[in-house]
């Protein structure tokens, strides 16, 4: 599978921003999909996933309640949309791709998000 990130950019706190990963290759189907971040200085941790049909899905404490993860497989392609925006959210954001449910092997380029205060 192969990723590419977009939507990133800059944004206010308390605002709302939607970043994309279009994957191709093999069948993006079946893999779940993860969302990842990385701040400045900072290990990178996981933010969001979601199961194959997107019938389920996984938040880190942080987000929950402010991110929605979704997914679209009739255009191969995972959303992140993101309310409520923090100055803590700013991050380069990484898709990936798990084709066992639990080891993301592919990941995208990331895209990067700047929430000013």
């Known amino acids: 599978v192969q990723l590419q990130a977009s939507g990133g950019g800059l944004v206010q706190a308390g605002g709302a921003m939607r970043v994309s990963c279009a994957a191709s290759?093999?069948?993006?189907?079946?893999?779940?999909m993860g969302w990842f971040r990385q701040a400045p200085g900072k290990e990178r941790e996981f933010v969001a996933a979601?199961?194959?049909?997107?019938?389920?899905?996984y938040y880190a404490d942080s987000v929950k309640g402010r991110f929605t993860i979704a997914r679209d497989n009739a255009k191969n392609t995972v959303f992140l949309h993101m309310l409520s925006l923090k100055p803590e959210d700013t991050a380069v954001y990484y898709c990936a791709a798990s084709e066992n449910g639990n080891d993301y092997g592919y990941w995208g380029q990331g895209t990067e998000v700047t929430v000013s205060s």
């Open positions: 979601i199961s194959l049909s997107g019938g389920s899905t």
């Open positions: 290759g093999r069948t993006f189907s079946g893999s779940s």
